[in-house]
C-alpha cells in the first residue's frame, strides 16, 4: 500500500511528459484509433459477405473484439513497456538500475515504464463496444453488469499474464520478441473471432493451454 | 567493525566458448562448450566509515562486477560481503536505501521534465522528510551551481549539466555509503573540478563513505585517500595514495639545460631519456639517489643554465603497471 502514492506520482511525472509532446500525443491518438477501427470495419465487411461466422453476427463479433482490444490495451497501461522492452533492458544492463532502488522491482518497472499510449485503443474499444450493444439492443441489468466488470478484470489479468510470462522469459534467454510475438500478437489473432468457429485441436489450446478464450467468450 | 567488509570474494560467469566460423557457431546451437570466466577472485578489502576509496583498474578488470556485487545487483559466487552489518543481496532493498549509486553511462533523470520533478519522486522514493529534503537540495544546488538550469528539461541540458543532476539525486538522502562508477567519463576539466569539489565537500558534512571508479587519475589524487587497484579480478594494491606512489613510481626525472654542446654523463644512475642538444633529461630512481644529490653531483661537474625536477604522476605509474603487469618489472 505504501507505493499508492509513489505510483501516483510517476503516473503524474509520465502524463506531465506526455503533455510535453502535444502534438505527438494527439498525433498517435488519431494513428491508433484509426487502426483499431480499420480492425472492426474489416470484421464488418468480412461477416456482411459471410452472413454469419459459426451463427455469430457482425456485430456480436465486434462486440467481441472491443473486449479484446480493451482487455489489451487496460493490461497495456501497465505491461506493456515494462515486459516488452525487458530483454533489451537486460541485455544493454540497464535492469541494473531497477535493483539499486529500495523498492519491489516488478513495482518500480510498471510504474517507471508507465505507457500513455492506449488512451485511443481504450476509446476506441469502448466506443464500438457501447455501440455494439446499443445495436445488438442487449440489456444490462444489475447482475449483467457485475458480470461483464469481471469478464473485463478477468481477461484484463490474463492478458497481463501473457505480457509478463512473455517478458520473464528474457531473464533466461535475453531475447524474448519472437514470444512476445507468438503470444501477444499471432496466438491473441485468434479469439477475433468466436472459438466456436475453429476445430477441436484449437478449441482445447485456446482454452486449456494459453486460455486467451476466456478472455471474450 | 569496518563499514564495508569484503572476504574472500569471487564472482563467476558461465560463458560459452564461441569458436571461429560459420559451421561452428550453427553447431554451437546443439552442442555448446562453456567454459568459466572469473570477473573476481578471492577479493579481500574493509573500509571504514567516511573514506574515500579509489577502485582502478583497466577495462573489464573486474572493477564494475565488484561494485555490482556490493550493491546488491549481483551474487558473489563465493565469499561473503557486509555492507554496514547487512549482505546486500539478501537486504537488498535495506541496503539500497543507505546507498546512492552513480553509473556515469547512465542517466536517472526524467527526460522531458525539469529535474526538479525527478527531485521529488526521489523524495517519496526514499522517504526523505521534508527538512532533509530542503536542507540537502540547497545545499547541492548552491555547491552544484545548478540553479540556472534547474526548471529546465532534462533533454536540453548538457552532460555536465545532467551528471551534476544525477550526483545531487544519489547523496539526496543522505545515504551512507555511495558507488561512483565513473563519475567523470567525458565531462570538461571545469566540471569535473565542480564534481570532485562538491564530492569531497559532502564526504567532510556528511560523512559519507565513497567508492569511486574511474580512469581519470586526477580524479584518484584529487579526491581519494585511498587505492585499491584490481586486475583480472585480482586486487593488486590496497593502501594509501603516497605511499603507492613511493612504492610504484620512485622514479623522477630530471631536465637539465646545460652550457655546452656534447655532455656526456657516464654515471649509470643517470638513465638518458631524452637528448635535445643542450636540453638532456634523465630518469632517476629516488632509491638509488635522491634529487639533492643528484643535482649537487651534477652541479659540481658541468655548467648549467636552468633545471627542472618532474615528479612522476599517479597516471604514468598506472599506465606503466597496465601495460607490463604488476609483476613484470
Not at chain 1, 203 to 209: M, N, R
Request: charged share 20%; net charge neutral; glycine share 6%.
Amino acid at each position: 500500500m505504501e507505493y499508492v502514492g509513489l505510483y501516483c506520482q510517476f503516473i503524474q511525472i509520465k502524463l506531465k511528459s506526455m503533455v510535453e509532446y502535444r502534438g505527438a500525443f494527439l498525433m498517435n491518438f488519431f494513428a491508433k484509433s484509426i487502426v483499431f477501427s480499420t480492425e472492426f470495419i474489416l470484421i464488418w465487411i468480412m461477416i456482411y459477405q459471410f452472413q454469419n461466422i459459426a451463427g455469430w453476427g457482425q456485430y456480436e463479433v465486434m462486440l467481441l473484439h472491443a473486449l479484446n482490444i480493451g482487455s489489451y490495451s487496460l493490461a497495456g497501461f501497465f505491461l506493456f513497456h515494462p515486459f516488452t522492452k525487458l530483454g533489451q533492458h537486460i541485455q544493454s544492463g540497464d535492469f541494473d538500475e531497477v535493483l539499486t532502488r529500495p523498492l519491489n522491482p516488478f513495482f518500480y518497472l510498471i510504474s517507471r515504464e508507465f505507457s500513455t499510449g492506449y488512451f485511443a485503443n481504450v476509446v476506441v474499444a469502448f466506443s464500438i463496444f457501447v455501440f455494439c450493444i446499443h445495436i445488438l439492443e442487449i440489456r444490462l441489468q444489475g447482475l449483467d453488469i457485475l458480470f461483464l466488470l469481471i469478464t473485463i478484470l478477468g481477461a484484463t489479468l490474463i492478458q497481463g499474464a501473457a505480457f509478463i510470462i512473455s517478458g520473464t522469459v528474457a531473464f533466461w534467454i535475453v531475447q524474448n520478441k519472437f514470444l512476445m510475438e507468438f503470444f501477444m500478437f499471432q496466438t491473441r489473432g485468434f479469439i477475433k473471432y468466436p472459438i466456436s468457429a475453429y476445430n477441436k485441436v484449437i478449441q482445447i489450446i485456446l482454452t486449456f493451454i494459453i486460455p486467451y478464450a476466456f478472455i471474450n467468450f | 567493525m569496518a563499514l564495508i567488509e569484503v572476504n574472500n570474494v569471487s564472482k563467476d560467469f558461465l560463458v560459452y566458448k564461441r569458436k571461429r566460423g560459420f559451421l561452428n557457431s550453427l553447431k554451437s546451437l546443439i552442442i555448446r562448450d562453456f567454459e568459466i570466466k572469473n570477473a573476481a577472485k578471492d577479493i579481500n578489502f574493509s573500509i571504514d566509515r567516511g573514506e574515500l576509496v579509489g577502485y582502478i583498474g583497466a577495462n573489464g578488470a573486474g572493477k564494475s562486477t565488484t561494485i555490482k556485487m556490493l550493491s546488491g545487483i549481483l551474487t558473489p559466487t563465493e565469499g561473503n560481503i557486509t555492507v554496514d552489518g547487512r549482505i546486500p543481496y539478501q537486504d537488498r532493498k535495506e541496503n539500497a536505501l543507505r546507498m546512492g549509486v552513480v553509473f556515469g553511462q547512465r542517466s536517472h533523470l526524467f527526460w522531458d521534465l525539469p529535474m526538479v520533478d525527478t527531485f521529488d519522486l526521489y523524495k517519496k522514493m526514499y522517504k526523505i522528510d521534508d527538512i532533509t529534503f530542503k536542507h540537502n537540495l540547497e545545499f547541492f544546488i548552491e555547491l552544484l551551481e545548478m540553479k540556472e538550469f534547474l526548471n529546465r528539461p532534462v533533454r536540453q541540458l548538457s552532460l555536465g549539466q545532467k551528471m551534476r543532476a544525477n550526483l545531487a539525486i544519489a547523496f539526496l538522502h543522505d545515504p551512507e555509503i555511495v558507488y561512483l562508477d565513473e563519475p567523470t567519463i567525458g565531462l570538461d576539466v571545469l566540471v569535473k573540478s565542480k564534481i570532485r569539489r562538491f564530492i569531497k565537500e559532502v564526504n567532510r558534512e556528511k560523512k559519507t563513505t565513497l567508492i569511486l571508479t574511474t580512469h581519470d587519475m586526477d580524479d584518484i589524487e584529487e579526491i581519494c585517500n585511498r587505492l585499491i587497484m584490481i586486475d583480472e579480478g585480482k586486487i593488486l594494491y590496497d593502501g594509501s595514495l603516497t605511499n603507492f606512489k613511493t612504492q610504484f613510481g620512485n622514479e623522477y626525472v630530471l631536465t637539465i639545460d646545460f652550457a655546452e654542446e656534447n655532455i656526456k654523463i657516464t654515471d649509470s644512475r643517470f638513465q638518458l631519456v631524452k637528448d635535445q642538444g643542450k636540453r638532456k633529461s634523465f630518469s632517476i630512481k629516488r632509491s638509488v639517489i635522491n634529487p639533492s644529490e643528484a643535482i649537487t653531483l651534477i652541479v659540481r661537474q658541468h655548467d648549467i643554465t636552468d633545471i627542472k625536477i618532474n615528479e612522476v604522476k599517479v597516471e604514468d605509474i598506472v599506465k606503466n603497471l597496465y601495460m607490463e603487469g604488476f609483476y613484470g618489472k
